[in-house]
């Protein structure tokens, strides 16, 4: 029992995170600043798992947490594919455009290139504490039942 609340206290930390993001306009300025909207694929993929893991812990089922690992594992590697993603849009759209004789073109690549460094740096963001969440969840698992 005390696993499971473990387990809840760690899930409404979670969505009291994300209610003080969008209150704050954090979640606002990741749907504007995220141009492959991975940061929402992860943070669905943490949602989905997290409840998974809350019905596993319910029904007392035992066996393996791999899927679980890898799953959690995923979501960093979804935050770092956004970060390479971000770092290709901020590289290939600079040098298309850009003509340094003009100052409209400048300031016009500058944007872009704050686009996609917003992309690489939120996806890695998100990433990184939507993972590391979850393993927290996982270790309380793994913890309870090695005891």
């Known amino acids: 029992?005390?696993?499971?609340?473990?387990w809840y206290a760690i899930l409404c930390s979670?969505?009291?995170l994300l209610f003080l993001?969008?209150?704050?306009?954090?979640?606002e300025q990741l749907y504007n600043?995220?141009?492959t909207k991975l940061s929402w694929i992860i943070i669905g993929i943490f949602f989905i798992m997290s409840l998974k893991t809350g019905v596993?812990?319910?029904t007392k089922r035992t066996g393996t947490t791999?899927?679980?690992?890898f799953m959690a594992e995923s979501m960093l590697s979804l935050g770092m594919v956004g970060?390479?993603?971000g770092f290709i849009y901020m590289l290939s759209v600079v040098f298309n455009t850009i003509d340094i004789n003009q100052i409209?073109?400048?300031?016009?690549?500058?944007?872009?290139m704050a686009t996609g460094m917003g992309t690489a740096l939120w996806t890695t963001l998100v990433g990184l504490i939507f993972s590391l969440i979850y393993k927290t969840q996982l270790v309380v698992i793994d913890d309870n039942r090695d005891s």
Request: hydrophobic share 45%; no cysteine; charged share 10%.
């Open 104 to 112: 409209n073109t400048v300031q016009a690549a500058l944007s872009q």
């Open 33 to 35: 600043a995220d141009i």
């Open 21 to 27: 993001a969008y209150y704050y306009g954090f979640a």
């Open 66 to 69: 791999d899927f679980e690992w």
């Open 1 to 6: 029992m005390q696993t499971q609340l473990k």
């Open 56 to 58: 596993t812990l319910h």
């Open 83 to 85: 970060t390479v993603v």
């Open 14 to 16: 979670s969505i009291l």
